[in-house]
């Protein structure tokens, strides 16, 4: 199964909604991440998950809030979203390799959750 | 944050012709990997290659690497329309940070 799965595929919330975006992997893939991707821009990293640790944090506002609640699931909540978040938002899921020596694989990429805040 | 540039922005060519775009990116990488799109939906991973590597190919994908001028170009011969999509360079620096490029948007007409 080399399948990174997201839901939901489409979102619409309110700016005082919370909700959460899910990903799920089962590869064995012990880093995860979220991508932030606009229309015609190409994606953007918000958060790296290595070994359910978080270890990257693009700066990303704290109304998104990422969650490994183990080695295949990553949640990203939200919370009081603007507009301008309104965007492509993709889960992608890595072999951990060896860092030292760049071995990082290929990334999984999921189809991606579309979000539009109103 | 974007570590690098793609060139072009957009790519027109006939079914049979070879398609080149390139990538320049600014700071010492681990690997580099190109990935496509297609509408917006989630992206595949077409080929890495290893900062001690210079070329590397898969099918009909041919990807080199210059280090020394931070910059990797894919060519894929004999292109399909089925090869219409965006695609994208990425960079991998160390602690899983992998940025990318802005990408090339590639038509091919049949």
């Known amino acids: 199964d080399t399948e990174v799965t997201q839901t939901p595929k489409h979102l619409v919330m309110g700016m005082t909604n919370k909700k959460s975006l899910k990903c799920e992997q089962h590869?064995?893939?012990?880093?995860m991440y979220w991508y932030k991707q606009k229309a015609k821009k190409p994606p953007e990293l918000m958060f790296v998950?290595?070994?359910?640790?978080?270890?990257i944090n693009e700066s990303v506002p704290s109304r998104f809030s990422p969650e490994c609640p183990n080695s295949s699931l990553l949640n990203l909540h939200l919370h009081a979203l603007q507009p301008e978040d309104s965007a492509l938002y993709l889960c992608?899921?890595?072999?951990?390799?060896?860092?030292?020596?760049?071995?990082?694989?290929?990334?999984?990429f999921g189809q991606g959750t579309r979000l539009t805040v109103v | 944050s974007q570590q690098g540039e793609e060139d072009p922005q957009a790519l027109s060519i006939q079914e049979g012709e070879n398609a080149t775009m390139n990538c320049s990116y600014k700071?010492?990488?681990?690997?580099l990997q190109w990935y496509r799109q297609n509408s917006g939906r989630g992206l595949v991973h077409l080929i890495l290659i290893r900062s001690n590597e210079r070329e590397k190919h898969s099918g009909r994908l041919r990807v080199t690497l210059d280090t020394s001028k931070k910059s990797s170009s894919l060519l894929i011969t004999a292109s399909r329309a089925a090869d219409t999509a965006s695609y994208f360079c990425a960079t991998e620096t160390g602690g899983f940070k992998t940025i990318f490029g802005a990408g090339t948007r590639l038509f091919v007409k049949a």
């Open positions: 590869m064995g893939h012990r880093a």
């Open positions: 998950y290595s070994y359910e640790k978080l270890s």
């Open positions: 700071t010492s990488i681990n690997n």
């Open positions: 992608a899921s890595s072999q951990t390799g060896t860092q030292k020596k760049g071995m990082n694989t290929e990334a999984f």
